[in-house]
Each structure stands twice: as C-alpha cells, then as structure tokens.
C-alpha cells in the first residue's frame, strides 16, 4: 500500500493554466507538507499544514494555494501557471504529536509539473 | 538564520570501501539532522536522525552518521558501499523544537563503482 500518493505524476500544461495536484496519506499523520525540488535538485519547503491548520506559508507566489480538507489530504492548487513553475512538487507526511516537531516525514513519489 | 551545507556535489569510491557524505549545519538552539536519500524519479526515503542522546547514530541499510557539535557536523558515512547506494544524498536540520521547517542541504550524488 502507498504511504504517501499524490496524483498525478506528471502534468504538462500552458502558461496561463490554473491546475491542481493532489496529495493523500494513510499513514495517519498530523502533519503534511508541501515541497518544490528545481531543475538543480535544490529543495524548498512550501507550505505545511498540522491537524487542517496551515503552520508554514514560505514566500511563495500567492499564485499557489494549499488547501487541507482534512488531516490525510493536502491539495495544491497554482493559478495562472508561468515557466519557472515547471518543476517536481513533492508532498510529504509526519506524526508530530504535541511534543514539537522532531519526527522523519514520508515524502510522496513526486509531481513533475511542465509549464510550456 | 538555519542552514545546511553538503560540501560536494559528488563522491565517488569503489564498491566495498567505506564511504562519507559530509554535511556541516548552522542553526541556533539544538538541531534536528536527518539524511534522506532519492533514488531516481522517486520522492525521498529517510535514513537516519540525531535528535538527542549517542552521537553516533545508526539507519536503514547500514549507514549511520556522527553528530559533532563542536564541528557543527553530521556526516553519513557506511562501512563498506555497495553500488546500490548510488544515489542522491540529501543532509537537513530542523531548529529543534521550535520549527516545524525542514531545510535541506543542496545534495551530494554519491556514485559507486563495480
């Protein structure tokens, strides 16, 4: 069974598109992420939600929203869709718990995004 | 302001000499460092945190890392490589209890020859 999935794995589109990705774990987890690997590997945090509330909302273009409509789901959602978009989003799972943030996350299998 | 630095881009050794991928961390307070690895087209797979106690710590597949504090490092390393462990390696730090941020190093290839 896959831990963390996100759908779909790959997404080629126009400039200009809004489009969404979606991310779903069964593991139970409190707290899901949202990640941006670029075309050099580098990766950057995105956003995170913890039990539906959002706790990381790194400077990104208002252009992406996350959206959480419970605690395995966490959906992305990018407007207006540019060039320097294209690259792979990673979703990603922990358990937190109430004793601070200190657990592995579990990343999903990617979503390499294509913006032409 | 919390960083990561993997120093090489690549390492390359041959198949059953032992291995070091380096990573040097800056963070106030007391870290959290994980070492993940992504094989090709695929997301991250976790291998190993220091979180407090044996700085010594031991992960999935054989690998393990030391935590020096005094040398603000935590460098992954493995007895013997297998060319199997070819892949991208990446060092992070969460800024212990307080942040639920994880920043990443920028990833070092490590490659494994026959």
């Known amino acids: 069974d896959t831990a963390v999935s996100q759908t779909p794995k790959y997404l080629v589109t126009q400039m200009g598109n809004d489009k969404s990705i979606k991310c779903e774990q069964n593991?139970?987890?409190?707290?899901m992420y949202w990640y941006k690997q670029d075309s050099k590997k580098f990766l950057k945090i995105m956003f995170s939600?913890?039990?539906?509330?959002?706790?990381i909302n790194e400077t990104v273009p208002n252009r992406f929203s996350p959206k959480s409509p419970d605690k395995a789901h966490l959906n992305l959602h990018i407007n207006s869709l540019e060039l320097g978009d294209s690259a792979v989003y990673f979703c990603?799972?922990?358990?937190?718990?109430?004793?601070?943030?200190?657990?592995?996350?579990?990343f999903g299998p990617g979503t390499r995004l294509t913006v032409l | 302001a919390q960083s990561v630095a993997q120093p090489e881009d690549q390492v390359n050794v041959a198949e059953g000499n032992p291995l070091t991928v380096k990573c040097t961390y800056s963070?106030?307070?007391?870290?959290?460092l994980f070492w993940y690895v992504q094989y090709p087209n695929r997301g991250l797979q976790f291998l190993l945190k220091?979180?407090?106690?044996?700085?010594l710590v031991k992960g999935s597949y054989g690998f393990e890392a030391e935590f020096n504090k005094s040398q603000t490092s935590f460098h992954l390393k493995k007895p013997s490589a297998l060319v199997s462990d070819s892949s991208l390696y990446f060092c992070?730090?969460?800024?212990?209890?307080?942040?639920?941020?994880?920043?990443f190093g920028s990833g070092t290839r490590l490659l494994v020859r026959p």
């Open positions: 990603a799972s922990s358990q937190e718990g109430g004793g601070g943030p200190r657990n592995e996350q579990f």
């Open positions: 593991l139970g987890h409190d707290t």
């Open positions: 939600y913890n039990n539906k509330e959002l706790i």
């Open positions: 963070v106030s307070g007391n870290p959290y």
């Open positions: 220091y979180i407090t106690g044996d700085n």
């Open positions: 992070a730090v969460r800024q212990g209890d307080s942040s639920y941020k994880l920043i």
